[in-house]
């Protein structure tokens, strides 16, 4: 084993598998001998597929397979060479300007760790030097706290960070007791609304949306994520319910002829032995 002293970050680096991948992504492209589906694609068209090997990766991670996470974060760097070969072709960016934006950006937003100054709040300096460098774009500035909350994040989520940025500037319940006043009073208005002769779907939609809204802000105050607790419950249901499959099935019961009373009994039955 050598003695040098020195750090891996000041010795040169090679990535050849990087430039294999964006070799490949290249060829797939091409407009001659290129993948006809991969030719098609545009920056909107791929979207949905980002999202989901966001999602792919998030599964293989909660399961703690670390191979699987491999696989699953290469599909979703796929995602981002793909873009970057859009970019190419439109003679907007490339993958080494993504890169190179992302890092200045990183150095920009850590001046504690690359410029050596003290900095008494974390999250204050890294939301004054976002608004600054959205000054620094030019055009009008959002100067709400709100301004760099994306609106395409999933709504759970978005629902938090909402919440979250309010509650820095004290816009929040002091504990968790009027939190839980707040969804009880938002599922009494569902329940009216359901009451209602006709019905108003519209007016149904936005009070569970409330409910939903002030149901995130109970699971922020009790220190839970909302996200990871539905993704758990939706885990748990899923088993559940495969097992009452699966049940019915050693008893030569379809799903389609066991009566609702038959279900809830079998689910009932696992719920107690789960």
Request: hydrophobic share 40%.
């Amino acid at each position: 084993m050598s003695n040098d002293s020195t750090n891996n970050s000041d010795r040169p680096r090679s990535f050849p598998n990087v430039d294999r991948l964006l070799r490949v992504m290249e060829q797939l492209r091409d407009p001659q001998s290129g993948c006809p589906w991969d030719k098609q694609q545009t920056f909107e068209s791929i979207v949905p597929h980002t999202i989901e090997e966001a999602y792919e990766v998030a599964d293989a991670i909660e399961n703690g397979d670390m191979q699987d996470v491999k696989d699953e974060l290469g599909d979703l760097l796929f995602q981002i060479v793909f873009y970057a070969q859009l970019g190419v072709e439109q003679n907007h960016f490339d993958f080494e300007a993504i890169a190179g934006a992302v890092a200045d950006k990183l150095i920009r937003r850590h001046p504690h760790v690359f410029a050596n100054q003290a900095v008494d709040d974390l999250e204050l300096s890294w939301e004054a030097i976002k608004r600054q460098e959205r000054e620094e774009k030019g055009g009008l500035v959002d100067g709400s706290i709100l301004a760099n909350v994306p609106k395409g994040l999933p709504p759970i989520t978005r629902a938090h960070k909402l919440q979250t940025k309010c509650a820095k500037v004290g816009f929040d319940w002091p504990d968790v007791a009027p939190v839980l006043a707040k969804v009880e009073e938002e599922l009494d208005e569902v329940k009216a609304e359901l009451k209602t002769n006709p019905l108003d779907q519209n007016r149904i939609e936005e009070e569970i949306g409330d409910l939903l809204f002030a149901i995130v802000n109970l699971s922020r105050h009790a220190k839970v994520d909302a996200y990871s607790a539905l993704r758990k419950a939706n885990a748990k249901f899923e088993k559940r319910f495969r097992a009452v499959e699966n049940d019915l099935s050693e008893k030569n019961v379809s799903l389609q002829d066991a009566s609702l009373e038959e279900m809830e009994a079998v689910w009932q039955s696992i719920k107690q032995s789960s």
